[in-house]
Every structure is written in C-alpha cells, then in structure tokens.
C-alpha cells in the first residue's frame, strides 16, 4: 500500500494544481478517471485495514490507529462492528466531517464519518468540539437526530461562560453514548496552539486536559472503549505538536485498557 498511496498523492495534487487553474472537471475524462480511481483506492485502503485489524482484534488485542489524515480508520471501525456489534463513535474534531465527496473523492478526511454512518453497526456519533462546518453537513445533523448529537464549541465555551462547570458538560456528552465506544480524535478538535502545525487548524476547541478529562469520564461511567484513532498530527520542525499528540496517545491507550480491565487504577 506504501507505493500506491505515494502514487495516488501525487495523482491527486496534480487534480488540485487542475482545479486551481480553473480546470472543470465535469468536461475533463482525465479527471473523472482519476477521482474513480482515486476513490477505488480508498476503498481498496478501507479493506486492508479491516482485514489487518481483525487480525490482531482477533488476537485479543486493542487496535488503534495513528497517524494520516481523518480517513484512515474507515477500516478499523467496520473491523470493530463485526467484532463487537453495535457501538457508538466520540468523535473529538474541530469539523463534523460529514461530507458525501470533497471535491468528488469519497474517502477523503471530510468525508470519514459520513462513511461511518454507512455502517450499520454504528448506533451514535457523538461530536465534541466542531466549530467548522458546512450546510450539507448541518442538514445531515439535524435530519438524524437518533444517530448524530454534536456539541459545538461556541455553545460548549458559552456554558462555561455563564457558569456551567465541564464536569457537567462532560457528563451530558457521555450520557449520549451507547455502552460500546470507538474514539476519533483529530488534533485539530484542540486549541490551535496545540498543534499549530495540523492542516486544517480552526480557533478555538478544548484544551489538553479537557480532552483528557472527557476521556476520564467515559470510563469512569463504565463505558468499555474498544478502540481509537489519533490522526492528522503534523510535528512541523518544533515537534511540539508530535509532543502533544504523544501525550494524548498515552492516555488514549491507557483508559482505552483501563475501560477493557486490563488492568486497575
């Protein structure tokens, strides 16, 4: 897969470089080729990563996923369905990713949880964080009320503003999840300082031990974490957003053990 994603990348930069230049892809037989094949290798990627991680899943192992941009657990999320049945998502983001295609590629970072819900073992989506949005994406929303709940960061920040502690907050987030939780956590659902670096970084969103905190209380309710994903982390020449991200997998990977009892505080 290394070649093919190396080839693809390229594939799709000369499409942006043809979009910039005022090229239509509707009128375009090279560009209708390549998002199909763009998109083939998408869903060729979201096989071999189910296929890898039902493997170690069937191991008895945790899984979780690093790294690339928010399309890479596609796989790993089919994976957990088949294993564990039905589960809900805690999607930290800064973007509701909800996208049907961006720019006609349908297994693209907008597009990650639009997919998500296509499987029919996912009960919830539960968004902490989004302040970054789009029409399309506010009307899937709010037309699946049973199967999306997003807490924006405006009102989230305006709760604290007027009082509410996030201890509160928090506890009406995970009120919302099912018993089984899969946790998506895009750098960017921080404050920008934190990673500075990420591609699409947006003002705003929640602080380090806010994030970790919110994690706390999801085991702490009893909710059994069978599995994660850190993504879009870009160490850009400080490292300090690789710090970060090191940080969160750290606690990702301990409450996601501690939740399966793997061991005891």
Known sequence: MDQKSVETREH???????????????TSKGAKKLI???????K?????????????LDQGKIVGILGGEHSTPLGLMEALGEKFGKFGILQIDAHAD????????????????FNALKIKEVEKIVQVGVRDICQEEVDIINFNPK????????????????GTPFAKICDEIVKSLPQNVYISFDI???????????????????????????????VDAKKKIIGFDLNE?????????????????????????????KFKK
């Open 98 to 113: 909800l996208r049907e295609a961006y720019e006609g590629f349908e297994y693209s970072h907008a597009s990650i949880m």
């Open 233 to 261: 982390v870009a160490p850009g020449n400080d490292e300090w957003d690789a710090n970060v991200g090191a940080r969160l997998l750290y606690n990702l990977a301990n409450y996601t053990a501690l939740s399966q009892g």
């Open 36 to 42: 199909a094949d763009v998109n083939k290798t998408g």
């Open 147 to 162: 199967r999306i709940k997003t807490f924006y960061w405006a009102n989230i920040a305006e709760q604290m503003y007027e």
């Open 12 to 26: 799709t930069e000369k499409y942006f470089d043809f979009l910039a230049d005022g090229g239509d892809p509707d």
């Open 44 to 56: 060729e990627l979201t096989k071999w990563v189910k296929t890898r991680s039902l493997k170690y």
């Open 188 to 218: 960017d659902g921080l404050d920008p300082k934190l990673c500075p670096n990420t591609g699409t970084p947006v003002a705003g969103g929640l602080e380090f031990h806010q994030a970790v905190y919110l994690i706390k209380k999801v």
